[in-house]
Every structure is written in structure tokens, then in C-alpha cells.
């Protein structure tokens, strides 16, 4: 038998390497941009075209490359940032594996621009799929241009499952403010089809987040600054009153790399306990350094799992410090008793004096007064029965007249008077043997008077054929509420009305194009914005219905369920909008419901096409079976 074991060629092994590298075009900007800070670039500009789709070039000021370099650089583990294993254990720098461009020219037409300093011509470098098309020395600036064209020409499936533009865009957006978030001491801006998205100027940090984020996040920021042996952790963390539902800012970075680190996120969540209302986020913006030598980057070609060495001691330094932080700045309730103006009480020592030497004053009393007497004198202790101590001899009969006539003669007459109850008491039968279901019950009052009923102000109970039918009723209002406003979308009713003081909303440029593409459904749901420049917006119309709701708040967060969901159908977008605008109309639990409300609510849920269930799958009610029932008393 022939060997049938053979090495992949090179072009195979890296269009390999780039399915886990290079998943889209905001994989290329990461990639593209860390290479730039890693050879010391003070400037970075980034442009894309149609999302990425059909160019991207990233050109900055760093050191540049050599001819050979530039070549060299697009071979597979091909890097200057280490040379043996233990450099693993000793990395400052944000690339390391040497598989970034040669992934990136596997699966895109590259061409690449560079010039090292004091050199009087750089190199012009032609790649695609792999293959050097051409090299020459060109005249150019400083530092690097990298030109990316027709990414996954070669791989059209990768392709064909792109998203739509305005998704890969925000993707792009996402890594693009990570990286500027972790490096405000270069300039950094950023472009798409020729408009400017970012302009990031050389800053301090707190700036460059008001840069990314917008000036009004600057009042909810709290700053965090801990030195330890172990961990040095630096930043800004929210205050518990600018908790939101969605789009809170979280972000964690080590040594300069973002990360996702659930496990340190639980020790802010636990640190924010009983501060933010269930179900909130906290932003935050924390920034850790460690010894290199106590991490692990290699964990995946992203890079944004790390391991720590001393995880467990570094949880409990971050959850310490945020808890010191909140306290500091009164971010925590406390009870505080106004005493000012107050005069001070002196202790009293039980020897007379108080606690400024001062003499306690003494009291004196007749054992003999009796306020009760008629003429003043003390009555003798006998005359305390109630046969001699009578309301006659005091003086007290004009209180007490008409009170027998009112109470009775009988001092049984005291009992309650339950004639105010929503039944009249019948008499009760005469004989001790007469049955008990001759007596009304209260039930039977109470069921006589209703059909649904209300348990802790969060289920709808209503008897049916078949058992208890048990109605969680803010998911019941979802559903209806989601169907009302799904249909007003679908036909275009336009049930907007006019806010008297317009609300003013502002979104990052992340967030922007996503509110852009949900506009005409925003517009068929009754909501009117108008742009302001900048990122702002002028809330001038609302649905009509949600009065008493934030404006601002129902907008942001469904500009975030847009982002978290990628939706690029019209249905879809839709969808979702409806949903989670029915999530914040909905009555929330505990609120109390009157019996023609509760009619009302089942009667409407009854009559969509779906009443078991909420768009998103939750179950709205329960019929508890008779049988079941009859089992549970029939011990």
C-alpha cells in the first residue's frame, strides 16, 4: 500500500489558519492596528469601505519595514516580538504568533507600502491568496500602509455568510474602541465610505472614554486607583444610580490587551449587590498590570482569554477595592441622622453628675395625688373597686350620655360590627344540628362577585373546565402589547404623539449606524427623532401609550437588542423592536389590578393567535388539573 500521509502546502495551511485568525473584516482592523502600536506608532488612521467588504488600509507613523521584512512578514510564524518559548512568559507586546498577516493574505488581496526611518525608498509589496505578485521601491512615507481588498475572494463561502454591512460595521466599530480605550496616548481616527467616525485625539484616559462614549458619561464615573504586589488595577467604575438594563460599558484590560474575564466581572457584580436594581448593569472601565511571568495569553488566536496564576487573590483585591471606591465617594445609601442645631444630651454617670460635671437634676412626686378625685384629695385604696368607683362621683356623665343608647345595654354590644363586609350576615339556624352549607361562606360571597383573582399581585387566578388556570400577568401583557405594536409596524400606523419638551439622546458612532437602519421601524412605532450632529438626537415624539416611560431609555435599549442580536431581515428588526418595547410598557409585578382590568387583560390575551406563550418563548399560564387538585385533598 501507498503512504496516504502527506504535508498540506503552505497556501492550504494558512486559508486553514485564517478560518480561526481572520472571521471577518473587524479580525483584519484588529489585527492590522495592534501590528501598528506594536512598532511604536504615535498616529493610526483606519479606513473601510463598504464594512470591510471591499477595503480596508491602515496607515500609521511606526518604525516601518525593510525590504526583507516585508517580505518575510507574510510567511507563517514569521515575528519579531519573540524568538524562544520563555519570551510566552515575558510578553509587552499585543501580537506574538506570527500568523496574523500570512492569514490575512490567504484569504485577501494585500498590498502593502512601507519605509523604515532615514531610508530614502520603501518597499511596495503585491500579495493575493497567498502568492507575491509583485515588489519594487517606491518613494513613501514613514511607517506602514496596508491596503486590504476583496477579503475572502478565494473562499466564497466565508464570504456569502458575511453579515450585512451595518453588522460587520459595528464589529469593526467594537475592536476599533477597545484598542483606542487601552491606548489614549495615540491619535487615532477612523473612517467609513469617506465619513469620519472617529477623530480621537492624543489624551488622558478619562477623556479618551468621553471621546469613544460622549461627554455625559463623565458624571457617572467614580475613579478606582489600587497598588498591590500582586496586581496594580487602575480605572473607573459606574455609580450605582447609572445602572442600565443594556449597553452598559464594561471593559477589562491587562498589561494593555482587552479581555473577557467573567470570573472578575462576578466580583464587580458582587461588590454592586443590593446597590442596582435586579436584572441592571454596571458600567466599567478597569485596567489590571500584572507580572507577565503570572499570565497566559496563548489560550486562543484572539487573545482575549487569559489566565491568571492567582486568580482567586486577585478577585478579592477588585471586589475590596470597587467596594472601597463606592464607599469613599458615598456611593453607598447610609442612614444619617440630622443632629445639627441639636443640643448635646450629657451622659449620666449614676452618681449624680452628668458627663460635664454638671449636677443632674432631681425629681419629686406625692404619692398621695390622684387626678381621678373629684375634689382634688386622694381617694383610699378601697374606693378603687368598681362597686365605689363610679362616673357618677367624678363629674364625667356628660361624656358618656347617649352611649348606652348607641352600644347597647349589654357590654357584649363592644363586639366589632361586621356590617360594613361585602355580604349581610343571615342569621344563623336555631337548631345546633342544621347543616353548615346553610350558612353563606365568604368564598362563596367572594366568587359570586368575580370571576379572576389576584395573588400577590403577579398571577391571575380563573377557574376553567378543566382546573385553576394560573396567568403570570406581565408576560401576558408582553404578549398582548408586542402584537399591538408588531401590527402597528406592519401597517405603518403611525400613532405618534408630540412631547411637549423634546428628550435629547446621544449614542457613541458604534451605535449610530444601528440607529439609523431601525429608524423607519422606530417611525412606524410613533417614535420621531431628529439628528443634532454628533451623535445626538432629539426625541420630538413618542407611541402613544407609554407616558410615564423614559423616552431616552426605550430608544437606547432597543438600539442594544439591535446590536446584541445582529438582525439584518426587516421582520426581524421588527420583531425585536416590539419586543422590547413591550418589555418596558408591560405592568411590572406587584401591581395591584381591579376586576375589570383583570377581565380586560384576559380577554386580550385570549384573543391573540398565541396566548401560551411570549415572543421569546416564556411561558404565560398553567391550568393546575382538577384531578391533580383533588388528589392534593383526598389524603
Given at each position: 500500500m501507498s503512504d496516504i500521509i502527506r504535508l498540506l502546502p503552505d497556501s492550504v495551511a494558512n486559508q486553514i489558519a485564517a478560518g480561526e485568525v481572520i472571521q471577518r473584516p473587524a479580525s483584519v482592523v484588529k489585527e492590522l492596528v495592534e501590528n501598528a502600536i506594536d512598532a511604536g506608532a504615535t498616529r493610526i488612521d483606519v479606513s473601510v469601505t463598504d464594512a470591510g467588504k471591499t477595503c480596508i488600509q491602515v496607515i500609521d507613523d511606526g518604525k516601518g519595514m525593510s525590504e526583507t521584512d516585508a517580505r518575510l512578514a507574510f510567511e507563517r510564524h514569521a515575528t519579531s516580538k519573540i524568538r524562544e518559548a520563555a519570551d510566552l512568559f515575558a510578553l509587552h507586546t499585543m501580537g506574538f504568533r506570527g500568523e496574523a498577516l500570512a492569514s490575512i493574505a490567504a484569504v485577501a488581496q494585500v498590498e502593502l507600502r512601507t519605509c523604515q526611518e532615514g531610508d530614502q525608498l520603501g518597499t511596495a509589496l503585491v500579495i493575493a491568496g497567498s502568492k507575491i505578485e509583485n515588489q519594487e521601491a517606491v518613494a513613501c512615507p514613514k511607517g506602514s500602509n496596508f491596503c486590504v481588498k476583496n477579503l475572502f475572494f478565494n473562499v466564497p463561502a466565508r464570504r456569502k455568510f458575511l453579515k450585512s454591512n451595518q453588522t460587520e460595521l459595528s464589529n469593526i466599530l467594537v475592536e476599533f474602541e477597545?484598542?483606542?480605550?487601552?491606548?489614549?496616548?495615540?491619535?487615532?481616527?477612523?473612517?467609513?465610505?469617506?465619513?469620519?467616525?472617529?477623530?480621537?485625539?492624543?489624551?488622558?484616559?478619562?477623556?479618551?472614554?468621553?471621546?469613544?462614549?460622549?461627554?455625559?458619561l463623565n458624571q457617572d464615573l467614580l475613579t478606582l486607583d489600587i497598588d498591590t504586589s500582586m496586581v496594580k488595577i487602575h480605572g473607573f467604575i459606574g455609580k450605582p444610580e447609572a445602572a442600565?438594563?443594556?449597553?452598559?460599558?464594561?471593559?477589562?484590560?491587562?498589561?494593555?490587551?482587552?479581555?473577557?474575564?467573567?470570573?472578575?466581572?462576578?466580583?464587580?457584580?458582587?461588590?454592586?449587590?443590593?446597590?442596582?436594581?435586579?436584572?441592571?448593569?454596571?458600567?466599567?472601565?478597569?485596567?489590571?498590570?500584572?507580572?507577565?511571568?503570572?499570565?497566559?495569553?496563548?489560550?486562543?488566536?484572539?487573545?482575549?482569554?487569559?489566565?491568571?496564576?492567582?486568580?482567586?487573590?486577585?478577585?478579592?483585591?477588585?471586589?475590596?477595592?470597587?467596594?472601597?471606591?463606592?464607599?469613599r465617594f458615598n456611593a453607598v445609601p447610609s442612614i444619617d441622622f440630622d443632629t445639627e442645631g441639636m443640643p448635646d444630651i450629657p451622659a449620666y454617670d449614676g452618681g449624680g453628675r452628668g458627663e460635664s460635671g454638671s449636677t443632674v437634676p432631681s425629681t419629686s412626686f406625692d404619692p398621695s395625688y390622684n387626678p381621678f378625685a373629684s375634689s382634688g384629695a386622694a381617694l383610699p385604696p378601697s374606693s378603687y373597686s368598681s362597686s365605689r368607683y363610679s362616673r357618677s362621683g367624678m363629674g364625667w356623665e356628660p361624656f358618656y350620655q347617649g352611649l348606652e343608647a348607641s352600644s347597647g345595654s349589654s357590654s357584649d354590644s363592644a363586639e366589632p360590627d361586621f356590617s360594613a363586609l361585602a355580604f349581610e350576615e343571615e342569621e344563623a339556624p336555631s337548631s345546633p344540628s342544621a347543616p353548615l352549607s346553610e350558612a353563606p361562606s365568604v368564598t362563596s360571597v367572594v366568587q359570586s362577585a368575580a370571576q379572576h383573582f389576584q395573588y400577590k399581585g403577579s398571577y391571575i387566578l380563573t377557574s376553567v373546565k378543566s382546573g385553576l388556570?394560573?396567568?403570570?400577568?406581565?408576560?401576558?401583557?408582553?404578549?398582548?402589547?408586542?402584537?399591538?405594536?408588531?401590527?402597528?409596524?406592519?401597517?405603518?400606523?403611525?400613532?405618534?404623539?408630540?412631547?411637549?419638551?423634546?428628550?435629547?439622546?446621544?449614542?457613541?458612532?458604534?451605535?449610530?449606524?444601528?440607529?439609523?437602519?431601525?429608524?423607519?421601524?422606530?417611525?412606524?412605532?410613533?417614535?420621531?427623532?431628529?439628528?443634532?450632529?454628533?451623535?445626538?438626537?432629539?426625541?420630538?415624539?413618542?407611541?402613544?401609550?407609554?407616558?410615564?416611560?423614559?423616552?431616552?431609555?426605550?430608544?437606547?435599549?432597543?438600539?442594544?437588542?439591535?446590536?446584541?442580536k445582529g438582525c439584518k431581515v426587516k421582520e426581524e428588526v421588527q420583531g425585536l423592536l416590539a419586543l422590547s418595547l413591550a418589555r418596558q410598557a408591560a405592568i411590572v409585578p406587584g401591581q395591584v389590578l381591579t376586576n375589570e382590568e383583570m377581565n380586560d387583560l384576559v380577554d386580550r390575551l385570549f384573543e391573540l393567535p398565541t396566548p401560551n406563550y411570549t415572543p421569546d418563548g416564556k411561558l404565560v399560564l398553567s391550568v393546575v388539573k382538577e384531578e391533580e387538585l383533588e388528589k392534593r385533598f383526598n389524603n
Open positions: 477597545r484598542i483606542a480605550l487601552v491606548n489614549p496616548t495615540i491619535t487615532f481616527t477612523l473612517r467609513h465610505n469617506d465619513t469620519e467616525l472617529f477623530h480621537l485625539p492624543a489624551l488622558s484616559l478619562r477623556q479618551r472614554i468621553m471621546g469613544v462614549f460622549g461627554k455625559k442600565r438594563k443594556k449597553g452598559a460599558r464594561q471593559f477589562f484590560f491587562v498589561n494593555g490587551r482587552f479581555m473577557r474575564h467573567p470570573y472578575f466581572h462576578r466580583a464587580l457584580a458582587d461588590a454592586y449587590e443590593h446597590l442596582i436594581p435586579v436584572g441592571e448593569q454596571m458600567s466599567y472601565f478597569l485596567y489590571l498590570e500584572v507580572d507577565p511571568a503570572h499570565l497566559d495569553v496563548n489560550i486562543h488566536p484572539t487573545k482575549t482569554e487569559i489566565k491568571f496564576e492567582n486568580e482567586q487573590a486577585i478577585w478579592q483585591i477588585l471586589s475590596a477595592a470597587v467596594k472601597e471606591t463606592l464607599g388556570m394560573i396567568i403570570d400577568q406581565q408576560r401576558a401583557h408582553i404578549n398582548i402589547l408586542y402584537n399591538q405594536y408588531l401590527n402597528q409596524m406592519e401597517n405603518r400606523r403611525n400613532a405618534s404623539q408630540r412631547m411637549l419638551f423634546p428628550d435629547m439622546v446621544h449614542f457613541s458612532p458604534a451605535e449610530v449606524p444601528v440607529l439609523e437602519s431601525i429608524l423607519p421601524d422606530l417611525s412606524a412605532l410613533g417614535f420621531d427623532l431628529s439628528p443634532l450632529g454628533g451623535g445626538s438626537y432629539a426625541i420630538n415624539g413618542i407611541p402613544a401609550g407609554i407616558e410615564g416611560l423614559s423616552p431616552e431609555a426605550l430608544v437606547m435599549g432597543m438600539v442594544q437588542t439591535a446590536i446584541e
